[in-house]
């Protein structure tokens, strides 16, 4: 009942910024965490950066410094600013949102992924 779309992923050169975006839309009471991960071809999907309701922040080390995570709970919008990107960065990045849902349920929902290619 819950749906994510992502958007912003794309090619960009070292050294480059990409800012992606997330929208939650459907049966929302609250939003507690919301959260990009990333997967790269042959690995498992980790955790990138994290972010509670109240605005409190969590990165990956590798990320520190170059990434932001914030989000805009009127519009149940996340976004993950990428500066300074490398080719290692290169993943399909996914967002996740947990909360309530207007049924009273509990929700975890995932985006579809987004690519992002740092090459030159």
């Known amino acids: 009942q819950v749906q994510l779309v992502e958007s912003g992923g794309g090619l960009v050169q070292p050294g480059g910024s990409l800012r992606l975006s997330c929208a939650a839309s459907g049966r929302i009471f609250s939003i507690y965490d919301m959260a990009w991960y990333r997967q790269a071809p042959g690995k498992q999907r980790e955790l990138v950066a994290s972010?509670?309701?109240?605005?409190?922040?969590n990165y990956v080390d590798s990320v520190k410094g170059r990434f932001t995570i914030s989000r805009d709970n009127a519009k149940n919008t996340v976004y993950l600013q990428m500066n300074s990107l490398k080719p290692e960065d290169t993943a399909v990045y996914y967002c996740?949102?947990?909360?309530?849902?207007?049924?009273?349920?509990?929700?975890?929902?995932w985006g579809q992924g987004t690519q992002v290619t740092v090459s030159s």
């Open positions: 996740n949102a947990e909360g309530a849902s207007s049924f009273g349920r509990s929700f975890s929902s």
């Open positions: 972010i509670t309701s109240s605005g409190s922040t």
